[in-house]
């Protein structure tokens, strides 16, 4: 799939530029806070009808604008074309209502929701934050591993939106019953659901995990010289050992939520099911996330990206496009070499920022690319 071009105007601190991609690699060169980010930024609001690193879409409109337009080319693999327009808005507040930002998304001239986007378009996407990934809470693991799942199975989100609904109404069953046997009879019901949904979270994560985990290991050993292996282990409070037996699960999980009941009553909380779930990435026997230096976090969750990304090509039978922002800082020449030889010599469209071209291009002789250069907001483009 080729993002073939995009037109930005008015978005964040862009006034109008319209940018041809190549096919292959786009290389974008600039100094700290020239827009680079914000390119790759309007790569993935195109495709997703939202941005990665903002939940408000106001922050996408360059100030002092009231509007901004995104305007792009999409071609998938067998030719099918897309001619993507996203609008945003800003209106006007009316009495007591806060400002809001209005989105017109048109595919082909025709007014579409974003999950049509969404369904459509699944860029993989590494910025200096997915670090969090390796080192942070199993809040953001967990979300890495659900985007992955949700882009593989659209169905799963469904079942995660259901899980957290019930497991939030079972929080406050909890915490507001007085009456022990009220309680009890009120929480069978959402017990019930509870491992229903709970059973089929755990069989996609395994299942998922396990994807992962057959690509990572490759793409990971290029990536460090077959020195290191890198493997993820599902952490659960719910299975002790592995099982992709969903019975299996289901009994383990009603059974779990059955005897910590008592447990649950005097914590006013649930404390078993995979609201719970964790994995650990385990580089040489070692938890990267304690013991790992930056590079190697960085090479792990580099590693983790192109597993995504190599699992979502067997499904759509096409690579979606790769938007690396400043992924090269703290990766030695080594690894940089390898990260370069690995999206080069994939039928693959990739977007990658950098404040020094030579990082890039010193460490391998690429021919097919094109290198834009980035300086407040406006970008000169030449193909190599
Ligand atoms: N809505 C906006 N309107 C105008 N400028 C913005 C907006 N949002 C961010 N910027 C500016 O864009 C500049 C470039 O940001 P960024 O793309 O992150 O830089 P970098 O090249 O370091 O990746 C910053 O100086 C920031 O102040
Ligand atoms: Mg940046």
Not at 53 to 65: A, C, F
Not at 124 to 133: G, S
Not at 165 to 181: G, M, P
Request: hydrophobic share 35%; charged share 30%; proline share 3%.
């Amino acid at each position: 799939m080729n993002v073939n071009k995009i037109r930005l105007i008015h978005f964040r601190n862009f006034g109008d530029v319209s940018l041809d991609f190549h096919s292959s690699l786009n290389i974008f060169i600039g100094n700290n806070a020239q827009g680079k980010t914000n390119i790759i930024e309007s790569i993935y609001t195109l495709l997703r009808g939202s941005s990665y690193r903002t939940k408000d879409d106001d922050n996408l409109i360059s100030w002092q604008e009231k509007e901004s337009y995104l305007l792009g080319e999409v071609q998938k693999d067998n030719k099918e074309c897309f001619q993507i327009n996203i609008l945003l808005q800003n209106i006007e507040p009316q009495g007591h209502l806060s400002p809001k930002t209005k989105k017109i998304i048109k595919a082909n001239k025709k007014y579409q929701k974003k999950s049509w986007l969404l369904q459509r378009f699944k860029p993989v996407v590494f910025t200096p934050e997915d670090l969090q990934i390796v080192k942070s809470s199993p809040t953001v693991r967990r979300k890495f591993l659900d985007e992955v799942i949700i882009n593989l199975n659209p169905i799963y989100d469904q079942y995660l939106k259901d899980y957290n609904r019930i497991l939030f109404q079972r929080n406050i069953l909890l915490k507001n019953e007085k009456n022990s046997n009220n309680l009890i009879k009120q929480l069978s019901i959402w017990n019930e659901k509870i491992i229903e949904l709970g059973t089929l979270i755990i069989l996609y994560r395994i299942k998922t995990l396990q994807l992962l985990n057959q690509k990572v290991k490759d793409l990971h050993q290029m990536m460090t010289e077959n020195k290191e292996t890198l493997k993820l282990k599902y952490n659960s409070n719910v299975l002790t050992s592995f099982t992709e037996d969903k019975e299996e699960i289901r009994r383990i999980l009603a059974q779990k939520i059955h005897s910590a009941q008592e447990r649950d009553f005097r914590l006013k909380v649930t404390t078993i099911g995979p609201h719970r779930d964790d994995y650990f990435i385990i580089n040489n026997k070692i938890d990267l996330g304690i013991y790992g230096s930056q590079g190697q976090q960085r090479t792990a969750v580099l590693a983790l990206k192109m597993a995504e990304l190599e699992i979502l090509k067997e499904k759509e039978n096409e690579y979606p496009p790769l938007l690396l922002d400043d992924v090269t800082s703290e990766l030695d020449l080594e690894r940089r070499r390898f990260l370069m030889q690995l999206i080069t010599e994939k039928p693959l469209q990739t977007f990658i920022t950098s404040i020094n071209l030579d990082d890039l291009t010193q460490v391998k002789s690429i021919k097919d690319m094109k290198v834009f250069r980035v300086r407040n907001g406006i970008v000169e483009g030449n193909e190599q």
